[in-house]
């Protein structure tokens, strides 16, 4: 209502364009950024969590933090559904896999 009140014609764009063209295309430019900003750090640390939602599916969260320029900084990298019992060996799965993703094996 606000919008169109400022500019009548405009269109919001629909739920679709939002989920396969705008969102995807933002995720992308900003994992593109924080590669190249993670290219510049020495050292990293990963954590990870696991959890599960009220409708009890079961997700697992990696997170990287590191220093960039004097300051503390942390980016969540991946959040992924696990349809496989979370064992030791499903989890190193999905934390190497992100790491692989965003260059980092060697941090």
């Known amino acids: 209502e606000m919008c ?3 500019n009548p014609r405009y269109q919001p764009p629909s739920r ?5 063209t705008f969102i995807p295309a933002w995720y992308s430019v900003e994992k ?12 990293v640390a990963i ?9 009890q599916d079961h997700f ?6 590191y220093i960039y320029r004097g300051r503390m900084m942390q ?3 991946s959040t992924e559904a696990v349809y496989e019992s ?5 989890v190193a799965k ?3 896999s992100v790491v692989e993703q965003f260059n980092l094996g060697q941090k």
């Open 32 to 43: 593109s950024n924080l590669i190249q900003k993670l290219a510049q750090v020495n050292k």
């Open 86 to 90: 979370q064992t030791g060996l499903v």
């Open 60 to 65: 697992l969260t990696v997170t990287v933090h």
């Open 16 to 20: 679709d364009d939002l989920s396969n």
């Open 94 to 96: 999905e934390i190497s």
């Open 47 to 55: 954590t990870c969590d696991g959890w599960t939602s009220v409708a």
């Open 75 to 77: 980016n969540v990298l």
């Open 4 to 6: 169109t009140a400022l």
